[in-house]
T-cell receptor, first 113, second 115 residues
């Protein structure tokens, strides 16, 4: 019963470096998304996908790229890391539909120095 | 636009105390309402939900009633335990076309329960 799996759990980057945060789900959910969580800001949606081959921007997409080549995987790419991207990142998935609750991974804590 | 306002924390209680975390919302129509809980070092998980007016969601001793007339969805528990220490998020899903991408979260309320 894996649910939503995120890797890595922790990451430290230098400004300008790139990296990919991995997210995989085994519940056959159509919908997948990435949030960032910052103190006092709550959760902010970065990008989301409603199915393989379909992605769209959320509230704070700048500096991030996503792709969805399979139903299971939804990686988040940081193109050129900046200190403002220091945050905790959560991947979440659900069935489509406004009553469907989100299932979250355990997060990746990213520090950019 | 749609929004959720929940009481600011942090909230500190003694074990067996009564808990209320207030949540009010602004939305058109009849959104679905949720409470999520985030334990230290983990992601959010669904605690309870209600999908129509006067519905009561309940789980693990927590309850919340969907009040359309006051646009509220307050979280309550009669007797908290140390293990309830966590951050609680109120959220709404608008009754519009689309799905989870429309979910709106409150900023979270941190609860600490002392033995």
């Amino acid at each position: 019963n894996a649910g939503v799996t995120q890797t890595p759990k922790f990451q430290v980057l230098k400004t300008g470096q790139s990296m990919t945060l991995q997210c995989a789900q085994d519940m056959n959910h159509e919908y997948m998304s990435w949030y960032r969580q910052d103190p006092g800001m709550g959760l902010r949606l970065i990008h989301y996908s409603v199915g393989a081959g379909i992605t769209d921007q959320g509230e704070v997409p700048n500096g991030y790229n996503v792709s969805r080549s399979t139903t299971e995987d939804f990686p988040l790419r940081l193109l050129s890391a900046a200190p403002s991207q220091t945050s905790v990142y959560f991947c979440a998935s659900s069935y489509q539909g406004y009553n469907s609750p989100l299932h979250f991974g355990n997060g990746t804590r990213l520090t950019v120095t | 636009g749609d929004s959720v306002t929940q009481m600011e924390g942090p909230v500190t209680l003694s074990e067996e105390a009564f808990l209320t975390i207030n949540c009010t919302y602004t939305a058109t129509g009849y959104p679905s309402l949720f409470w999520y809980v985030q334990y230290p070092g983990e992601g959010l998980q669904l605690l309870l939900k209600a999908t129509k007016a006067d519905d009561k969601g309940s789980n693990k001793g927590f309850e919340a009633t969907y009040r359309k007339e006051t646009t509220s969805f307050h979280l309550e528990k009669g007797s908290v335990q140390v293990s309830d220490s966590a951050v609680y998020f109120c959220a709404l899903s608008p009754q519009t076309q689309g799905g989870s991408e429309k979910l709106v979260f409150g900023k979270g309320t941190k609860l600490t329960v002392n033995p």
